[in-house]
């Protein structure tokens, strides 16, 4: 069971939104990482065969997912980043709803939406209407109606944007449970989304793919090492403008950096051991986005 991209390309007018990627995904969960506008939606919407590529292929134990028609949907399931719903249906109702859409027999949309609700944590607020639902459980009612047709393929975009810690925490569990015996590709920009979960992590930046590994890999992986020391707090700026600072922690009239260099930025600075966000701002030039979960 595989799912292969290969040499994938994907433009809008002058800008390429995916750039000649490709990488082949089994069982278990995949991490799709990197910065905004990196191309992640762009490429799990062709995923989806909603977008068609420019060249290149996608196929799934050979056979091109464009060419396999409803045979590739039924084995799909997608939670887009932005999915609508109609607020005054219930949880419940919103589910058959869409079990309706897939063409899924009453009898066994019923049974299915009661096994997925119960799954999600939502046995109890079946009855509470769309509109009435906190961002965290409007992102399960999505992983449930995405579930309906038992996928072996489940794409999830930004899944945990906008959630709360402990809503975020439960979601990765919930992710991590449901990719025991599929396929799970995660989009993100938040690390802790992919660090804890991800059987491998591709990285994405300006629509190409700069690597894909395990957490270790990546980590491995980076040309820096990571360094923490104490400097006066009115040095801070002049580290900022000529390092890439993972975190400062003022106390007083010092700050605590830590700092990925090719070199000690000042002597007497502490080797630390990398770790996932360290590598994204390796690779990004940037901090990644809300990850401390």
């Known amino acids: ?39 992640k939606t ?46 005054y249906l219930t949880i419940y109702d919103y589910v ?24 999600v944590g939502l046995s109890d607020q079946k009855k509470q209407k769309m509109r009435n639902l906190s961002g965290g459980m409007v992102r399960r009612v999505g992983i449930a109606q995405a579930m309906l047709n038992d996928p072996k393929i ?31 590709l995660l989009s993100t920009h938040i690390v802790s989304d992919v660090e804890f979960i991800a059987n491998k992590i591709v990285l994405m930046k300006e629509g190409q793919c700069c690597f894909e590994g395990t957490s270790d890999e990546v980590i491995a992986s980076m040309d820096k090492k990571v360094y923490c020391f ?9 580290y900022m403008r000529n390092y890439l600072v993972v ?8 700050a605590e950096l830590r700092i990925l260099s090719d070199h000690e930025p000042v002597k007497g600075a502490c080797v630390e051991e ?15 986005g809300e990850s401390h979960a």
Request: glycine share 8%.
């Open 42 to 87: 762009t490429l799990m919407r062709m995923l989806c065969t909603l977008t068609t590529p420019d060249c290149g292929t996608i196929t799934w134990d050979g056979k091109d997912i464009f060419k396999m028609g409803a045979s590739y949907r039924q084995i799909l399931g997608y939670l887009p980043q932005d999915f609508g719903y109609y607020p």
């Open 96 to 119: 058959m709803y869409i079990a309706s859409i897939k063409g899924i027999r009453p009898a066994v949309a019923k049974k299915r939406t009661k096994e997925l609700l119960k799954q």
């Open 230 to 238: 104490v400097a006066p707090r009115e040095q801070v700026d002049h």
């Open 274 to 288: 990398a770790t996932l966000e360290d590598a994204f701002l390796n690779y990004f030039g940037e901090r990644a």
């Open 1 to 39: 069971m595989e799912l292969s991209i290969n040499n994938v390309t994907k433009q809008f007018k002058d800008k390429k939104a995916v750039n000649d990627i490709s990488f082949s995904m089994g069982n278990g969960v995949y991490g799709l990482l990197g910065v905004n506008g990196a191309g």
């Open 154 to 184: 489940l794409i999830l975009d930004e899944p945990t944007a906008g959630l709360d810690p402990n809503e975020r925490i439960r979601f990765r569990n919930l992710i991590s449970e449901l990719a025991e015996e599929r396929l799970v």
């Open 247 to 254: 975190n400062v922690k003022t106390f007083g009239s010092n």
